[in-house]
């Protein structure tokens, strides 16, 4: 079976076909869905929509395009959504200096609340990360120093040196359609060296369609086109790479029901 490690299906892109677009998932074999709260404000709306679903679950956080807008978050505001058995982890958080470097410091100080807050619930941090390696290495290896946490790099499409960082501190690294896409072979290479124990697959629906879809709305059904990929990366059975993940997604997100 496969899991969804990152998606956002309650976005507006699904507002006319959301049922439809978990159905054929579920077709496509597609067991657990992890719905990610990218605004905390939102969370609570995905809380109440995982529970009338099945095996879908959300985290709560901000993500770090609107850092800005919660300038006084703090760790307790996040850590009061985590209550929720239907909040498995904290984020979606981070950096990306690519868009928004103008608002580096909101997105820091915002980032480091997130971090605390992973500390103190033991929940996993879900890590965006986009042209800020350095930044990134300093702020969580400081962190780490004081009070080790678990995570991952979701979406990872860093340096082989990120890369490394975060698995030495006992991260998991998370594939996208990203890997399917041709002019990724270099990204190919760096999940070449990534233990099978560290993987997780994603959609991040409805961005990054993966090959043969580009072009076309992500889904979570898609996320077995890139199960596929990093099969033949690794040179395993798909049907090996999907319970692999699927493994090591229950062994991260523990507050995830494992049930049949």
Known sequence: ???????????????????????????????????VSDDIARTP??????????HIYTTTGVHPEIANK?????????MAQTESEYVVGIGECGLDYYYNSDIKDSQIKVFNEHIKAAQ????PLIIHNRDADADMMEILARAYRQKPFTGELHCFSSSR?????????????????????KKSE????????????RLLIETDAPYLAPTPHRGQR??????????????????VEVAQMADMTTNNFLRLFQKVKKDD
Request: glycine content about 4%.
């Open 70 to 78: 919660y300038p006084a978050l703090t760790a307790a505001d996040i």
């Open 45 to 54: 709306q995905i809380i109440d929509f995982c529970r009338m679903q099945r």
């Open 120 to 123: 103190q619930s033991g929940l």
């Open 1 to 35: 079976m496969f899991t969804d490690s990152h998606c956002h299906i309650n976005a507006e892109d699904f507002a006319a076909d959301r049922e439809a677009v978990i159905l054929r998932a579920r077709e496509m074999n597609v067991r657990y869905i992890l719905d």
């Open 186 to 197: 270099d990204l190919r290479q760096i999940f070449a060296g990534v233990p099978l124990d």
């Open 218 to 235: 992500n889904e979570p059904a898609f996320v077995v086109n890139t199960a596929e990929v990093l099969a033949q990366i690794k040179q």
């Open 161 to 181: 040196e990120l890369c490394e960082f975060a698995l030495g501190i006992g991260f998991y690294i998370s594939a996208s359609g990203i890997i399917t896409f």
